[in-house]
């Protein structure tokens, strides 16, 4: 058996897709021949905990755990003990207030590009010496956070072992990175890091069609595209509803993803529909911003809420299962149209209409089109969020509320490792 060492900073029992993309990778790869090897932090910064994703993790697979060094202790020291180094909740209204906006300049200009970076150097050291004594045919990094990408860098190039870097998100692109605050020589260090990355690698992986073509015309190295996914045996066993119009996002629910247009739409429903107000639920699964909170007090929704706060992932996946309207509402930003959030594949599966808010000619959009699962809609388009609310719930009456969504079985976790195990044979046989 061929083996592969995956360096990530996400492992279980953190929760998140970035974890859940490549435990699931780790499940399936045996059974295409490749042993993976992990190599991750022993006492990483965790903003949630599922332990349910252990299950998934294969005998054949190796853990290698060391200590990281991160410089939260002197940060918080600095900034104040409850203060956040989330580039997402920093950028994303955490950096408004004087402090706020101190702790974004540090966060992006002293640290390049993570806070992780620390954890290169000792990295590269303990690697090499492994990889000596345990050989492995191909090396993974996968980012954010970026840094892990400057260790398969340096790997790569002191011992010649083919190496995929794997950008879940886009490095210099993301939509994050042009309110990171960066001095002239700090963002000029990100896209030198960012290129030499794309042409020292073996090959590029990205999870979006559009970052697929943005990196092709980024380098000459060899641009592939493998999507998140849905694990087909989350999705067994029969799910009933509770017999509520059950409108329900699971994930993390930002501030500046709020979908004003929608919360406006079940207003005006539920005070000329008693019957509508009386079946209405809003189920929030996971971590919700105070924003959307205060934004449905204000029109009238709070009664509405059944808030289950942060739930393993199999308890979101049966959330999705049991839910009458999926709402996936992106980021307002121009720069999230390249975006697949990683639940839309499992929102998909779960086959219940899917309602998102973004760009109508965004990634989410081309895939929701492709599947048949839903529809998607601007911020601002509140005539065809309504209609599709006004559909939903007569057909939920009706007893006919049934998902369409077709062809989604290509982005099973199993056809996808399929795919990356191609990948890997082509690189390790170059």
């Known amino acids: 058996m061929k083996r592969v060492l995956v360096i990530t900073y996400y492992w279980p029992p953190t929760g998140g897709s970035g974890v859940q993309r490549w435990v699931k990778f780790a499940k399936y790869l045996p059974s295409e021949g490749w042993q993976p090897?992990?190599?991750?932090?022993?006492n990483p910064e965790r903003q949630s905990v599922d332990e349910t994703l252990l299950a998934d993790i294969p005998p054949e697979a190796e853990i290698i755990t060391r200590k990281i060094t991160e410089p939260y202790g002197l940060y918080r020291r600095l900034m104040g003990k409850g203060s956040t180094t989330d580039m997402k909740t920093l950028t994303s209204g955490g950096g408004k207030s004087i402090k706020g906006r101190l702790s974004l300049w540090l966060r992006s200009n002293l640290f390049i590009p993570?806070?992780?970076?620390?954890?290169?150097?000792?990295?590269?050291?303990?690697?090499?010496k492994y990889l000596k004594e345990h050989p492995v045919d191909v090396i993974i990094t996968t980012g954010p956070p970026q840094s892990m990408h400057l260790i398969g860098l340096r790997l790569h190039k002191e011992t010649g072992i083919p190496w995929i870097s794997d950008f879940r998100d886009p490095w210099t692109r993301m939509y994050w990175f042009k309110k990171m605050g960066l001095s002239a020589r700090s963002e000029r260090l990100h896209y030198q890091m960012e290129k030499e990355v794309l042409d020292s690698s073996s090959a590029v992986l990205t999870v979006t069609p559009m970052v697929?073509?943005?990196?092709k015309g980024l380098t000459s190295t060899r641009v592939e595209?493998?999507?998140?996914?849905?694990?087909?045996?989350?999705?067994?066993?029969?799910?009933?509803g509770d017999g509520h119009f059950n409108i329900t996002h699971t994930g993390i629910f930002p501030g500046d993803g709020n979908p004003e247009v929608l919360w406006d739409v079940l207003q005006r429903k539920a005070a000329s529909d008693p019957e509508f107000a009386e079946a209405l639920r809003i189920r929030l699964v996971g971590k919700t911003d105070a924003g959307i909170y205060?934004?449905?007090?204000?029109?009238?929704?709070?009664?509405?809420?059944?808030?289950?706060g942060y739930q393993p992932h199999n308890v979101a996946v049966r959330e999705q299962r049991a839910a009458s309207v999926l709402i996936?509402?992106?980021?307002?930003?121009?720069?999230?149209?390249?975006?697949?959030?990683g639940k839309l594949f499992e929102y998909v599966a779960s086959c219940r209409p899917i309602l998102?808010?973004?760009?109508?000619?965004?990634?989410?959009?081309?895939?929701?089109?492709?599947?048949?699962?839903?529809?998607?809609?601007?911020?601002?388009?509140?005539?065809?969020?309504?209609?599709?609310?006004?559909?939903?719930?007569?057909?939920?009456?009706?007893?006919?509320?049934?998902?369409?969504?077709?062809?989604?079985?290509?982005?099973?976790?199993?056809?996808?490792?399929?795919?990356?195990?191609?990948?890997?044979?082509?690189?390790?046989?170059?």
């Not at 993570?114 to 090499?128: H, M, T």
């Not at 697929?212 to 990196?215: G, V």
Request: net charge negative; charged share 30%; with cysteine.
């Open 37 to 42: 090897v992990i190599y991750t932090p022993s």
């Open 356 to 430: 998102g808010i973004g760009q109508e000619d965004g990634a989410m959009a081309e895939l929701v089109k492709e599947t048949g699962a839903g529809t998607v809609c601007n911020w601002d388009n509140r005539e065809a969020v309504s209609a599709f609310i006004d559909g939903c719930w007569e057909k939920f009456k009706a007893g006919t509320l049934d998902g369409t969504a077709r062809g989604y079985e290509r982005y099973s976790r199993r056809n996808l490792t399929k795919v990356l195990a191609d990948l890997l044979n082509a690189v390790a046989d170059k």
């Open 225 to 240: 595209m493998i999507t998140n996914g849905y694990d087909e045996e989350d999705f067994e066993g029969p799910v009933e």
């Open 212 to 215: 697929r073509d943005l990196y």
């Open 328 to 341: 996936l509402p992106l980021r307002d930003d121009p720069d999230y149209r390249m975006i697949l959030p």
């Open 294 to 308: 205060s934004s449905l007090g204000s029109h009238g929704l709070s009664s509405k809420i059944i808030d289950l």
């Open 114 to 128: 993570d806070p992780r970076v620390w954890w290169v150097n000792p990295s590269v050291r303990f690697l090499k």
